[in-house]
C-alpha cells in the first residue's frame, strides 16, 4: 500500500496540486487521500503525504491532528457519526446514540470486535431538520429510527461479507 | 514622513519611533512594561495570549471631513476600541493613547492569568524555570490572590517529554504560546515542532526524523515563558537563585557569541564552582539573544577528566610529571641553546594575550617563525582590509540588499551567521549560495525548496575547486546573479575554504574583495567581506602575526624548537607525526594529549577560556573579553602566564600581573588594538530590544549585555578611502589525475574532536564516519549507498561510509574532518575512493 | 417567492440548461457588461448584507478590494458548521448554478483571478456535485478562460474542511485553504486587504446564501432586491428552523417576517400541541437564547429588531425549546461544543471553554453550589471581548443568557452546600 506512485491516485492528487497557489494548501485533499488508502491516517501516510508537498512531517502531522474527520487511529470498517447537537438532541439523538451503543456493545468512540462499527458522537452536521441521524464512513443517512439502524447495519455487515462496502 | 510619533501612556506623551510595536515602544520609550507571554520582540506577533490587553485609542476624525475632532479644550478627541485590543498586534501611529492601568486594564491581566493558572501544575518549587519565570513573575505582579478552579479537575499530561536528544517537554506546564513553534519556523527556518489537536488538548508536537534535533535548539528553553522546555543539560540541575552569571565568549567559531556562564559552587566537583549551564548574553551586533547549541552544550570539556593538569618533561627519555618552576627552569637552558632556531605554532582559539606573549617569547629569542594553526583557511589579512565595514550589523540586512556565501557550510562552520544570514534573507536580502555541494543554507536561497516559500535567492553548483574560478568569472558566467549582486544597495560576501587549498582559499578571498571593491561596497557599513576562520580568534592570529604561511614554511623545514600552543596537529594532520620528527624539542602547552607526549619534551598544561580572562577578534572583528568563572584545574596556567614565565626564566622582561596588563602591553604595540583597553571592552549601552533585567518575560532569559559589547577594529578601507585592488595571489587549482577524485574535508559542527568529545549529551548526534560521492562516479565505481569505501589521499588512508548524492560535484567526495580517528587531508586533495565492503546499517 | 430555494419550485433546476432556461447566467451577463465599479454599486444599491452571520454590507466589502492590485480572490464560505444551520447545505444541493453564477459576479466585480468554495467536509457530495457543476460550466466557456467572450478569465475551484467549525470564521478558513492550522489571524490586515487575504492577497469572503442572492440582484435590479424586506434588512432570508416544531425545516421569506409567523404558520406550532413553548436561540449556538414571550414572538426577523429583544438573526438557524427542557442542559450542550470547537490559539477560549465545561458537568450532576452558578458566569463574562475571534463571545452568550433569563432552571441542580461542601 502507498499512495505516491500508485496509479489510482495520480490523477487526483496531481488535480488537487494543480488547484492551489501554493502545494502546502493539497495537504488537506492529500490527508483524505492517506486516510482512504489507509483507513486512518498512519504514520506511512503522514510522510508520504510530507514528501509530495515537500514539507517537515511535523507539519502534516499537525494538520491531521487538528481537524477530526482525519482519524489517527484505525476505525471499523464503518465509521458511525451520530449527531447529538442541540437540534438533534431535541428529536431524541442523544437516547439513539446510546441505544445505538448498547445495539453494538461498544464504548464512546470504539469499535467492534469484528472492527465492522466505530460509533461517536459528533457536533451539529447541518441535518437538523432530520433527526436523528448519522454520517457513514462521511456519507449522511438521516430521519433515523431503530428499526430503521437495525436494517442498514444489517444491509452493512451483509455488504462488507459480500467484499463490497 | 517623519521618523518618529507621539503616543500617550497613561497621560503622558513619548517620542517614538514610527511603526514601532507598541509594547516595544511602550517598554523603551515610556518604561511601561506591558506584560507578554506569546509576544517576542523577535518574532512575528501573534495576538495569542492576550496577556498584553489595553485600552486604545485614536485621535477622531470627522468622518466627512476628514478633519481631527477636537474638545472644547482644543486638544484631541480621542475614540477608545469599545473592547480592550492586544498591544502586541499594534503598530504605533501619531496619537495614539493607550490606558495600562485603568481597572479593566487591571482585571483583564488578571483574568488571562487565572485561566493560565487553571491549567497549569503550579509546581514552581521543583522547577527549573523557578525564580526566572515569567508567568510566575507576572501572576506576583498582576495574578489572582487565589485559583477558583478544582484541582482535581486539571488535566493531567506528560510531563517529561522528550522532543529530542537535547529538550525535553513538559506538557503540563506549556501555556500554548507557540513562541518555540515560531522561532523554530521564523527565525531558523526548521519547522519541526507544531501543535497537534486543538482546544485545550492543542500541544507542541514534533514528527520529524529526526526529532527536534537542529543546532539551535537550546534557544526555545530561553524564550519559554514557563518552565515546559527544559535541556537535557541543565534539567534539575540547579535553582536559578543558586548560580552566579560570569560573562564570556564562545570559544568555538569565528561568530563570537557572547555568552554568560551559570556558575554553581558543586559538590561533585570538590566543592568549587563549575558551569551549570552556559546562556545566551545580548549582542545585537554579534549573536542578537541567540546561541548554538554546540555552545550550549558544548562546555564540559572544561572539567574533563582528560585535561592535563601537571606539567610534565622528559628526561633521560622519559616524560615525567614535575612542577612548574622545575619545567621553567629546564626550558629556559634548552630555549636559548635553540640559537634564534625557534618557532610557534597557535591554535586559533588562543586568546590574544597568549598570542602576545607567545610572539614575545619566540621574538625575544630570536626567532620570527610564528604559525596559525589549522593551515587550511587563508584571507585573514584581506579581511583586514576590506572585511564588513566598521558598525556593521547583519541583523540589518534586508530589502535591497545581497549576500553570497561560497565555499563554505556556515550551518556547520558558523551556525549563528547563517542564522543571522538567513533571516537577512527573510527581510528581503536576496541570497545566494555557491558550492561544490548541496549545505543546509542552499535550502533557503532556492525557490519552494520548503514550503512554498517565494524567496530572493539562487545557487550556484561548481566543480570541485573551482570556487575561485567560479568567484573571478562571475560577472561573465553568471551576468544576472552577478548584477543583483552588485546592484544591491549593501553587499556582504562570504568566503570560505571548502574544496581548496591555502593558496585557493587566498585566492578566493581575493578575488571576493576584489568583487565587492569594484561593485562599491567596501569602506561601509553592511557591506564587505567576511571568512568563517575556524576557531574563536582566527583574525586575532593574524592582527598577532600569526600566519598559515608561515606553518606551512614550519612543516617543510622545521625547527630546532617548536612550541606547540592550542594546536592538535597530530589530530588535524596525517602528515604531522612526518614532518615533526624533524623537530629537535617540541614544547606542547594545550588541554588535552593528542598523543605528541610520545614525541614532545614538555607536556604544559593550560586554562581553558572558563578559568581565566582574556579576549578575542571574532570574523566582524569584534574584540570582545571574556571573564574568569571557575578556579584552574590541576596546576594548569592560563597560556599567557606561561609564556610570560617562560620569558622572565629566560630574563628577557617580568611576566605581567594580569591579563588586562599583557592587553595594555599590546595595544600599545599593534596598532590595529589601539585604545583598547579591558576597561574600554567591558563598556556597555542599553539595546534594543530590552531583554533580561527585570520584565524577563519580553524577551526570555537571555542575559543583558554586562560584561562588554567589544570594540570593532576598523578595516583598512574603513579609514582609508580610495579604491585598492590588488593582483590576484598565484593559486594552485586542484586537479585529479587518472582514475582519481577530489577530496574535499569539510566540517561537521558535532565531530570528535577532543575538546568536544567530553560533552556526552552531544555523541548520540555525532555522524557515524561517512563520505559523500556524487551517485555517477559511485555508480562507475561500484559504490552503493552505505557501502564501506576507502579514501586514500597523501597521508591519509580511512574508512567511512559512503552516502551516495546528485548534489555534489562529479569528481569531488566530501569528506567531513574529525569524525573519523584518523586525521584526513587539511585542504582539498586529489585521491581515491574504492569500495572495501558492502552496505551496512548505519550505526546511528 | 423563493430567490434562493428555487429547487423547491423548478424541477431540475440542478441541470445547467435547466438553470439557463430560468435565467441561469442571465445576472452574469449584464454583470459583464458592466464595468465592474458599477458592478458592486448595484450590489452596494440592493442592501445585501452577509448572509454569515454578521449581516456586513456585501457591496461596501467588495468596494474594500484594491482594484489596483494584480491578484485577487474570492473565497465562498460553505462551511456551515453552525449549530442549527443547514440552509447553505439545500443551495449547493438544489441550486448549485445559483451559487457559482453569484460567486463569478463577485469574482468579476474585484476582477478576481479564482474562486475557492471552502465546503465543510461532511458536505462530500456537495463538494462532488459542485466539482461536475465547475466541469460543466468550464465546457460551456462560463468558467476559465475569456468568460462568455468578455476577456475576463476566472477559475473556480471546492475545497474540503474536515471537520473544524472554526473553519468558518474568515481568517481560520483561509489559513485552512492554505494548509495551515485553521485558527484565526489577526487583524488588521483583514481578508481584503493586501496581506490579510488568501495567500496574502486581498480576497472577498461571503457566505453562500450571500453570494446566492447576488445573480438575482444584477437580474432583476437593485431596487426589486430592496423592495423586499424591511429598510435596513433587504431580501429574503433562509430561516433555518429546527427542534420542537412540527415541521423543522428551511423557509425563505422576506427579512422583517415575525417569530411568530415563521414558527406558527410556516413550521406548523409546537411538535405537541399541549406544550408550551420556552426559549429560542435564533442564531444557533452562537447568539444570545431569549424566552419565547409574546413580545418576542412578535418581533420582526431583522438585523435592527433583534437587536432591540438582546440577541442577533445571525445566520437564522432558529432552534425552538418547548417547556420541558432544562436550560441548564442547554448551555451544557452549546458549551460542549464550543469546548469541542476551540481552536486553543487565544488564552480566555481555550481554557475558559474547558473550564465552563466542566463547572456545568458538576452542576448537572447535582454536585455544584450556587458559587458555581455565579462563577460560571463571572468565568463567561471574562471571556467576553477578550479573545482573538468572537468564538469566545459565542462561548461566553450560552452561559451568560442561560443563567440570565432562566435562573431557576439552574437553582434545581444545585444546594447550598454542593455536593462535596
Ligand atoms: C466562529 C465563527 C464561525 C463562523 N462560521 C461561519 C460559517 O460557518 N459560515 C459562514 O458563512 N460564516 C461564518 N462565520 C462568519 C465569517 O467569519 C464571515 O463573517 C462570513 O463568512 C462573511 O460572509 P458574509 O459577509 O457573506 O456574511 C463565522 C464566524 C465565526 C467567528
Ligand atoms: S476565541 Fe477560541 S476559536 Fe477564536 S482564536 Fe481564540 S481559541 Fe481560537
Ligand atoms: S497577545 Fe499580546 S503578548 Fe500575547
Redesign the interface.
Known sequence: MAIIGNPKYEERIKSHLAKYETKRSAVMPLLYIAQEEYGWVNPDGISEVAEILNLDPTQVKSIAGFYTMYSEKPKGKYWLQVCTDLPCALQGADDFHAWLKDELGVEEGGTTKDEMFTVEHVMCLAACDKAPMLQCNFRYVENLDQDKMRGLLAKWRAEAANGRG | MSDTVIINVDGNDYEVAAGSNLVDAAKWHAGNDIPVFCYHPKMEPVGMCRMCLVELGTPARDRATGEAMLNDDGSPQIRYFPKLQTACTTTVSDGMHIKTNTQEVIDARNDVLEFLLSSHPLDCPICDKGGECPLQNLTMRHGPQSSRMYFEDKQLLEKHYPLGDLIFLDRERCIQCARCVRFQDEVVGDDVLAFHERGRRLQIITNSDPGFDTYFSGNTTDICPVGALTTTDFRFGARPWELNEVPSISPWDATGENISLSMRLDRDFGGKALIKRVMPRQNERVNEIWISDKTRFGHHFTRSEDRLTQPMMRSGGVLRESNWSAVMAAMAGLLKDADGDIAAIAGSSMTNEDLWELRQLVEGLGGSRLGAWIPSHGGAEIVAEVGVGFGTNLGQLGRGDAILVIASDLEEEAPIWRLRLKQAQDRGAYLVVANARHTRLEDFAIQGARNDKVVEGDAIRYGAGEAVLIMRNLSADQPEIAERLSEAENLVIVAGAEGLTLSGGKALAQAAANFLIETGHIGRRNNGLLIPLPGANGMGLHYLGFTPDTTLDIMTNPPQVLIVAQAELLDDDPAARAWLSGVETIVYANFFDDGISALANYILPIQTFAERDGSFVNGERRVQRFYTAQGPIGQSLPAWKLFGGARQALGAGALQPSAAAVMRDLSADISEFEGISYKALAQVKREFPDVGGRDQYYGGTAYTNTGGLGIQIPCVSDTRKGRRTRQLERFDQPGAGEDEVLIMPVTRLYNRQRNFRPSLMLEPRVLTPYAIVNSDDAAALGISDGDIVEIRAGESNVRVQAALSDEIAAGAVALPRHLTEEAIPLTITAGSVSKVAEAVAAAT | MHILLRGRDIDNIKQLDVYERHGGFAGMKKALAMTPAEVINVVKASGLRGRGGAGFPTGVKWSFIPQHEPVKFVTVNAD???????K??EIMEENPYQLIEGSLICAYAIQAKAVYIYL??????IGDQLDECIEALRAKGYIGANIMGSGYDCEV?T????????CGEESALLN???????QPR?RPPFPAQKGGGL?KEATVVNNVETLANVPYILNDGADAFKAIGTEQSAGNKIY?????VKR???YELPMGTTFRELLYEHAGGPLHEERKFKAM?PS??SGPIVPLTDEVLDTPMSYEDCANIGTIIGSA?I?V?DET?DMTW?AS??TK?F??????????C??????LD?VID?ILDGRGSPDDVT?IAD?AE?MA????CALGDFAANPIIHTIRHFPDDFAQHVSAQGADG
Open positions: 456551515e458548521s453552525e449549530t442549527g444551520t443547514f447553505d447545505r465543510r467536509g461532511e458536505f462530500w457530495d475551484y475545497h474540503l474542511g474536515a471537520g473544524a467549525y472554526i485552512s485553504l492554505e494548509g495551515y492550522l485553521g489577526v495567500y433555518c428552523v429546527s427542534g420542537h423543522p425545516g428551511n436561540l444557533g449556538g438557524s432552534i425549546m427542557v442547554v450542550k452549546v461544543f469546548k469541542h470547537e476551540s481552536c486553543g490559539k487565544c488564552t480566555p481555550r481554557e475558559g471553554t474547558y473550564w466542566k458538576r462563577r468565568v471574562n471581548g477578550t479573545t482573538l
